[in-house]
Nanobody
Protein backbone atom coordinates (compact mmCIF):
# COMPACT_ATOMS: atom_id res chain seq x y z
CA UNK A 1 0.00 0.00 0.00
CA UNK A 2 1.39 3.36 -1.05
CA UNK A 3 1.73 5.89 1.74
CA UNK A 4 2.26 9.61 1.20
CA UNK A 5 3.20 11.78 4.18
CA UNK A 6 3.07 15.55 3.86
CA UNK A 7 4.77 18.12 6.06
CA UNK A 8 5.68 21.79 6.04
CA UNK A 9 2.36 23.58 6.31
CA UNK A 10 1.65 26.37 8.74
CA UNK A 11 0.78 30.01 9.24
CA UNK A 12 2.68 32.60 7.23
CA UNK A 13 2.26 36.30 6.52
CA UNK A 14 1.44 37.55 3.02
CA UNK A 15 4.59 37.70 0.94
CA UNK A 16 6.20 34.92 2.95
CA UNK A 17 7.39 31.47 1.90
CA UNK A 18 6.79 27.86 2.85
CA UNK A 19 8.09 24.56 1.54
CA UNK A 20 5.86 21.52 1.57
CA UNK A 21 7.30 18.01 1.47
CA UNK A 22 5.67 14.76 0.43
CA UNK A 23 7.52 11.58 1.31
CA UNK A 24 6.49 8.41 -0.49
CA UNK A 25 6.77 4.89 0.88
CA UNK A 26 7.44 3.71 -2.68
CA UNK A 27 9.98 4.73 -5.26
CA UNK A 28 8.59 7.79 -6.99
CA UNK A 29 9.69 6.31 -10.31
CA UNK A 30 6.70 3.96 -9.98
CA UNK A 31 4.32 6.88 -10.44
CA UNK A 32 3.19 8.32 -13.74
CA UNK A 33 2.75 11.72 -12.10
CA UNK A 34 3.15 13.28 -8.68
CA UNK A 35 1.53 16.53 -7.80
CA UNK A 36 0.08 18.92 -5.29
CA UNK A 37 -3.58 19.83 -5.00
CA UNK A 38 -5.27 22.28 -2.67
CA UNK A 39 -8.74 22.69 -1.28
CA UNK A 40 -9.83 26.01 0.21
CA UNK A 41 -12.56 25.76 2.80
CA UNK A 42 -15.93 25.33 1.12
CA UNK A 43 -14.44 24.95 -2.35
CA UNK A 44 -13.43 22.14 -4.66
CA UNK A 45 -10.00 20.60 -4.72
CA UNK A 46 -7.82 21.93 -7.53
CA UNK A 47 -4.51 20.98 -9.08
CA UNK A 48 -1.69 23.33 -8.11
CA UNK A 49 1.37 21.73 -9.68
CA UNK A 50 2.32 18.40 -11.21
CA UNK A 51 5.61 16.64 -11.97
CA UNK A 52 5.15 14.01 -14.69
CA UNK A 53 7.63 11.16 -15.02
CA UNK A 54 8.34 12.55 -18.47
CA UNK A 55 7.55 15.97 -19.88
CA UNK A 56 7.33 19.43 -18.43
CA UNK A 57 6.12 20.38 -15.00
CA UNK A 58 2.63 21.85 -14.87
CA UNK A 59 1.34 24.78 -12.82
CA UNK A 60 -2.06 26.37 -12.40
CA UNK A 61 -1.96 29.94 -13.71
CA UNK A 62 -2.51 31.51 -10.29
CA UNK A 63 0.80 30.13 -8.93
CA UNK A 64 3.06 30.43 -11.96
CA UNK A 65 6.23 32.31 -11.11
CA UNK A 66 5.62 31.89 -7.37
CA UNK A 67 5.51 28.12 -6.74
CA UNK A 68 8.01 25.48 -7.80
CA UNK A 69 7.52 21.72 -7.70
CA UNK A 70 10.64 19.60 -7.43
CA UNK A 71 11.67 16.11 -6.39
CA UNK A 72 14.52 14.24 -4.76
CA UNK A 73 14.55 10.72 -6.14
CA UNK A 74 17.08 9.56 -3.55
CA UNK A 75 14.59 10.43 -0.80
CA UNK A 76 11.42 9.54 -2.73
CA UNK A 77 10.16 12.99 -1.87
CA UNK A 78 8.39 15.71 -3.81
CA UNK A 79 8.47 19.33 -2.72
CA UNK A 80 6.40 22.42 -3.31
CA UNK A 81 8.29 25.65 -2.73
CA UNK A 82 5.80 28.45 -2.28
CA UNK A 83 7.01 32.05 -2.45
CA UNK A 84 5.20 35.39 -2.42
CA UNK A 85 2.26 33.78 -0.69
CA UNK A 86 -1.13 35.45 -0.84
CA UNK A 87 -4.20 35.09 1.37
CA UNK A 88 -5.96 33.32 -1.50
CA UNK A 89 -3.35 30.55 -1.28
CA UNK A 90 -4.88 29.54 2.05
CA UNK A 91 -6.07 25.94 1.78
CA UNK A 92 -5.40 22.37 2.78
CA UNK A 93 -2.68 21.09 0.46
CA UNK A 94 -2.67 17.45 -0.59
CA UNK A 95 0.05 15.39 -2.21
CA UNK A 96 -1.10 13.08 -5.00
CA UNK A 97 0.56 10.20 -6.80
CA UNK A 98 -0.88 8.59 -9.92
CA UNK A 99 0.15 5.05 -10.86
CA UNK A 100 -0.78 3.43 -14.15
CA UNK A 101 -0.40 -0.33 -14.49
CA UNK A 102 -1.74 -1.66 -17.76
CA UNK A 103 -5.23 -0.20 -18.11
CA UNK A 104 -5.63 0.51 -14.40
CA UNK A 105 -5.06 3.96 -12.95
CA UNK A 106 -4.69 4.35 -9.19
CA UNK A 107 -4.52 7.62 -7.29
CA UNK A 108 -2.99 7.93 -3.85
CA UNK A 109 -3.38 10.87 -1.49
CA UNK A 110 -1.64 12.19 1.55
CA UNK A 111 -3.48 13.29 4.65
CA UNK A 112 -3.25 16.99 3.81
CA UNK A 113 -1.43 19.88 5.41
CA UNK A 114 -2.96 23.25 6.25
CA UNK A 115 -1.44 26.41 4.77
CA UNK A 116 -2.78 29.67 6.14
CA UNK A 117 -1.64 33.01 4.73
CA UNK A 118 -2.72 35.83 7.00
CA UNK A 119 -1.38 38.91 8.72
Amino acid sequence: QVRLVESGGGLVQPGGSLRLSCASSESIFRFNTMGWYRQPQGKQRELVAAYPRTGSRIYVDSVKGRFTISRDTTKNTVYLQMNSLKPEDTAVYYCNAEMIVGTTTSNYWGQGTQVTVSS
